[in-house]
């Protein structure tokens, strides 16, 4: 199970963070990837980003927000986490916590999302 | 944004078949990635239909399948339900130069 957590409103310019608490899996998982997901009526579905451990951590993101955004885990909460800086009203969107499983490198498990407004 | 083209809407009776396609390019379908389906219940999260291509998750009823061609794909729904009346979206791997997963544009089926 995926619970997220994070304000829904935030201001331009400002970071956007939101957690996804990860229940009957482990964030330290091999075999698996921790995604955010956004979308909005604008832009669809668009991937954002990943975390995912191999004997370290790596992440990877979209170039359409790599200078704006980090993606974190936190071994000891099970957790990871999203922040996305410098937001303007075109980051508006319901963001999603998903689980990729490598074996298929499909998106088998989603967060119920959370609506991240921005606006002043 | 999206990558993946597909028809805004299809709709169908009861008991009919639909068929939804999606197509890419030769940096993404074409290159020889898989293609996996998702179905979003108005309100909802995605859900995951089909993977690697034609695949179902255990639990997705058979009336649900999928195939791959060249750049394309697509999503067959036989046997239409009302509770299949939702939005459809194929995913693929893009070009890890610029993004790693890619899109569809999303299908809203309709049952009539």
């Known amino acids: 199970q995926l619970q997220q957590s994070g304000p829904g409103l935030v201001k331009p310019s400002q970071t956007l963070s939101l957690d996804c608490a990860i229940s009957?899996?482990?964030?330290?998982?091999?075999?698996?990837?921790w995604n955010w997901i956004r979308q909005s009526p604008s832009r669809g579905l668009e991937w954002l980003g990943r975390?995912?451990?191999?004997?370290?951590?790596?992440?990877e993101y979209a170039v359409s927000v790599k200078s704006r955004i980090n993606i974190k885990a936190d071994t000891s909460k099970n957790h990871f986490s999203l922040q996305l800086s410098s937001v303007t009203p075109e980051d508006t969107a319901i963001y999603y916590c998903v689980r990729a499983i490598i074996s298929s490198d499909a998106f088998d498990f989603w967060g119920p999302g959370t609506m991240a407004t921005v606006s002043s | 944004q999206s990558v993946l083209t597909q028809p805004p809407s299809v709709s169908a009776a009861p008991g009919q078949r639909v068929s939804i396609s999606c197509t890419g390019n030769?940096?993404?379908?074409?290159?020889?990635?898989?293609v996996h389906w998702y179905q979003q219940l108005p309100g909802k999260a995605p859900r995951l239909l089909i993977y690697g291509n034609s695949n179902r998750p255990s639990g997705v009823p058979d009336r649900f399948s999928a195939s791959k061609s060249g750049s394309s794909a697509s999503l067959a729904i036989t046997g239409l339900q009302a509770e299949d009346e939702a939005d459809y979206y194929c995913q693929s791997y893009g070009n890890s130069r610029n993004d790693f997963y890619v899109f569809g544009t999303g299908t809203k089926v309709s049952v009539l």
């Open positions: 975390t995912y451990h191999r004997s370290r951590w790596y992440t």
């Open positions: 009957g899996d482990s964030v330290s998982s091999n075999n698996v990837m």
């Open positions: 030769s940096s993404n379908i074409g290159a020889g990635f898989d």
